[in-house]
């Protein structure tokens, strides 16, 4: 049978490498680092990693490499089973406690990812007696989550809060209704106005959930995420996160909520009820890292230095960057080839940045989402901005 669709999936391969959108796998043979070494793919040897989502550094922190270490004899290596059977171990439940006590929630529920969470949500919390509202760029799990549920589904233009209240004019028949939106857009580094969301969900009777995978750990006087910086951690009902970005950088995810919506996921929600367990190192680790986070605010204020220093060297070099103050900094280009090559040249140059183009982000306007990391020095940044317009030049630009 395949035979009769090799051609058809071969030229559609081919489409998109001649259309730029190609995206080609490079291989690192180090830890995950503020510098990593290219064994393929590209120009090998050592290069600045400024692609990952390593905010804060703590991916090779000794501290959590010790935990992990230490939980492989302590737990083992993984519970072959998921959690309702026999997969759960104390170290899971003390993860859930206390993310729900940082996050200011009732309580949490462990996932393999976020986008299980994001998943996992939706179709267990909405029938078709009820309606979400979603932020028309809200990650592509939060629209896959959503496909799942029969609730009707309404957009609103990206933190467009006139568009927002339409839509909720709109369901006021509804007998549930559900704001979601990204804490931070992760193509564009915009923060979500949750002040806002708030106001209009409590003056429509509204349920608020935000996906805060790009915040926490770094975003907030104490790290706490979107909610903690606008200051309606107890207006938020549900917060979906990953522990693959700030928090250590490995996998797993959770939904942290009011107690009642945390059970009711517990006996209903099938990407908990039908995967493994979060391997037990993993939580060991993240324990450890939620200890790092709430020592001290170092690993902050350098990623918020290292974020500023970016951005203004960037603007005055003659980039276009889109505004804001997180550590996503997306460099404008606009074609998608054209990314694509600048790519190319900065790895060339010893920066590790990729092109992002469609369908990632909408044609026309290709982008480098440079990240920025505590793990950066100073040294690392200028080297960075010196590859940009060394590059530049090379493009002919």
């Known amino acids: ?89 104390d170290v899971h439940k003390e993860l859930e406690d206390r993310l729900s006590a940082f996050l200011g929630q009732e309580d949490t529920i462990l996932y393999s990812s976020c986008f299980d969470a994001n998943g996992g949500v939706f179709e267990t919390l909405l029938g078709a007696e009820d309606a979400v509202i979603s932020d028309a760029l809200n990650h592509a799990s939060i629209i896959d989550g959503i496909r799942l549920s029969k609730a009707r589904r309404h957009r609103y233009a990206n933190r467009d809060m006139a568009d927002l209240e339409q839509q909720l004019k709109e369901t006021q028949d509804a007998r549930r209704r559900l704001i979601v939106t990204d804490g931070v857009f992760s193509m564009d580094g915009y923060v979500a106005p949750l002040r806002e969301i708030c106001d209009l969900a409590d003056r ?55 107690r009642e919506i945390v059970a009711l996921l517990r006996q209903r929600s099938r990407p908990y009820l039908f995967s493994n367990s979060l391997a037990p190192v993993i939580a060991a680790a993240s324990l450890k890292v939620l200890d790092l986070v709430e020592r001290s605010n170092e690993l902050r204020e350098k990623l918020a230095a290292n974020t500023a220093l970016f951005r203004s060297r960037m603007t005055e070099a003659g980039f276009e960057i889109l505004p804001g103050d997180h550590p996503i900094a997306p460099v404008m280009i606009g074609d998608a080839a054209k990314a694509g090559r600048l790519a190319e040249l900065l790895l060339e140059r010893g920066v590790y940045v990729i092109g992002f183009s469609y369908p990632v982000v909408p044609h026309g306007q290709a982008r480098i989402r440079v990240q920025l990391s505590a793990a950066h020095s100073t040294e690392d940044v200028d080297r960075a901005v010196a590859a940009f317009v060394d590059a530049r030049a090379a493009l002919g630009e």
């Open 204 to 258: 429509y009777d509204a349920m608020v959930m935000v996906d805060d995978s790009h915040a926490v750990g770094f975003v907030g006087a104490g790290g706490r995420g979107t909610p903690e910086l606008h200051g309606v951690m107890d207006r938020v009902d549900i917060i979906t996160g990953t522990l693959g970005k700030a928090l250590g950088g490995a996998s797993g995810g959770y939904v942290a909520a009011r």
């Open 1 to 89: 049978m395949f035979d009769n669709v090799r051609a058809d999936i071969a030229a559609t391969l081919d489409e998109i490498r001649e259309a730029g959108l190609f995206k080609p796998e490079r291989v690192i043979g180090t830890p995950q680092s503020a510098a990593v070494t290219v064994t393929g793919g590209g120009r090998p040897g050592e290069v600045l990693n400024f692609c990952a989502n390593n905010y804060l550094g703590l991916a090779d922190h000794p501290e959590v490499l010790a935990a992990a270490k230490d939980a492989l004899d302590r737990w083992g290596y993984g519970m072959a089973s998921v959690r309702f059977i026999c997969g759960t171990q």
